[in-house]
């Protein structure tokens, strides 16, 4: 696998660097991620069964040979890599942990580790991925009645249709329970109007999940499918974050859904919460992800990039370095491990998630930073993919709840106390 260069390519077709300078002088390419071996210090991968390690190795190699040496471009153009969506559809991962409706079944590691290394390619893609799986066929897996289930899901299983999570507001982000946009019963038919922000993917899904308030005051899901009159979904421009990831402002203007578009068992927004317990541990993966990613390029590059005559591996400062990462993966993949274990047996609570996209998420940042700087100048050249993910992972530490808000729901947990609403002075 070679890095990638950021010139002008059109879709479906892979560039490479074979005319690029190396950085030592000495004709070896820019360095590339290495093989599991560098990070799974502590044999985890003797847990895990032929299958898994076959469907880890089978995505990775996907990143690798697929994704990673055409992702570059569309980055810096920010434009999303439609020419995979057929790849990505062949691996058979749509749909994660949901099981029947053509959907893979996966048992939660599984579905971890397939994130991860989709993550540890490119945060855009295992993003694209996330809200299509761990947000919209979660919804509708978790939410929808049999007959919901049975429409919308094969067809997303096979990739076939896009889904979207349209739950945040321009004015409700982490005070996201207030959301402001109503659904009004109208005969057999619900009628949306309202705003939705920063809406992965909305541009083009098929089936938008619109989060929305009904007359009786409580929240509701509704699929709105691409082409209703009053849906409209405008990109929002300047991401330095996921570039490659379709964000959307959406405004809905009397958009009429059937009543059977109504995901069937929805109560209360309390409902929206055991989707985004689900997908919160699904981006908990990601981050473990991209700190891999991170490490695994500082290690390479250390090894390959000679400075004061001796490989830059071979500096007890930077040996430091990387052993710190290490351990920080090492502590990562070990807890996701046994957060698994404890979603696997129903033992999970929101706290527990919480805890791991806050911690994971904040190692990954800090992991990334200081990859990039053992790359030198070439740290920030979109080639070394550090810089990619640097970026990248920002976004991460904003979306399913901040750093500060995951800090809130553990804090509330531990002390009994709820901080997410100061009194107002004077009260
Ligand atoms: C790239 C990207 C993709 C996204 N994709 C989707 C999607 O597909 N679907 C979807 O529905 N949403 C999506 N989101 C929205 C995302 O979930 C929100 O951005 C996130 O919940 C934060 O909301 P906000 O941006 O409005 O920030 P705000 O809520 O305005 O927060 C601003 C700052 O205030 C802090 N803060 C907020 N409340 C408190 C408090 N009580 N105490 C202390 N500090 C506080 C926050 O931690 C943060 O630092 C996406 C966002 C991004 C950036």
Not at 31 to 38: A, C, N, S
Not at 47 to 64: G, H, N, P, S, W
Not at 91 to 96: E, K, T, V
Not at 279 to 290: K, L, M, Q, T
Request: net charge negative; charged share 20%; aromatic share 8%.
């Amino acid at each position: 696998m070679k890095a990638t260069h950021g010139e002008d390519v059109h879709p479906g077709q892979s560039v490479s660097n074979g005319a690029a300078p190396s950085p030592n002088g000495s004709g070896v390419e820019p360095p590339v991620l290495g093989g599991p071996e560098h990070t799974d210090y502590y044999l985890l991968d003797k847990l895990l069964t032929d299958e898994q390690r076959a469907l880890r190795q089978k995505v990775r190699a996907f990143m690798d040979q697929e994704v990673t040496p055409v992702i570059n471009p569309y980055w810096e153009r920010a434009e999303f890599p439609f020419e995979l969506v057929p790849k990505l559809a062949q691996l058979d991962i749509a749909g994660f942990q949901i099981s029947g409706y053509g959907c893979p079944g996966m048992s939660n590691v599984t579905a971890g580790l397939v994130i991860l290394e989709l993550a540890r390619g490119d945060l855009s893609m295992s993003t694209m991925m996330g809200v299509h799986s761990a947000l919209a066929m979660t919804s509708i897996a978790l939410l929808g009645s049999e007959e919901q289930k049975q429409r919308f899901l094969p067809p997303m299983a096979r990739m076939e249709k896009l889904g979207a999570f349209g739950l945040t507001e321009p004015a409700h982000g982490s005070d996201v329970v207030k959301l402001e946009t109503t659904a009004h019963q109208d005969g057999d038919s619900y009628v949306i109007n309202g705003h939705k922000r920063w809406i992965g993917n909305a541009t083009f899904a098929d089936y938008v999940i619109i989060w929305a308030r009904g007359d009786d005051g409580h929240v509701g899901g509704y699929v709105v499918e691409k082409g209703t009159p009053g849906f409209a979904a405008e990109v929002i421009r300047g991401k330095t974050a996921l570039r490659c990831v379709q964000n959307a402002q959406i405004s809905l203007t009397d958009v009429r859904v059937p009543a059977a578009n109504r995901l069937a068992n929805v109560k209360t927004f309390r409902d929206t919460e055991k989707v985004l317990l689900a997908s919160r541990f699904c981006v908990a993966w990601e981050s473990i992800g991209a700190a891999v990613a991170g490490y695994e390029t500082a290690l390479a590059y250390a090894k390959q990039r000679k400075q004061f005559g001796m490989p830059l591996a071979a500096f007890q400062l930077i040996q430091y370095r990387l052993s710190r990462m290490l351990a920080d993966i090492t502590d990562m993949l070990c807890m996701q491990y046994r957060l698994s274990q404890l979603l696997d047996e129903g033992e999970i609570s929101m706290p527990r998630v919480a805890l791991a996209k806050m911690h994971y998420t904040e190692r990954a940042r800090a992991i990334l930073a200081d990859a990039r700087d053992m790359l030198g100048g070439n740290g920030i050249l979109l080639d070394y993919h550090i810089a990619r993910h640097l970026c990248d992972i920002e976004a991460i530490d904003t979306y399913e709840g901040t750093d500060t808000v995951q800090a809130l729901i553990v804090g509330r947990d531990i002390t009994g106390f709820n901080a997410f609403v100061p009194a107002m002075p004077g009260r």
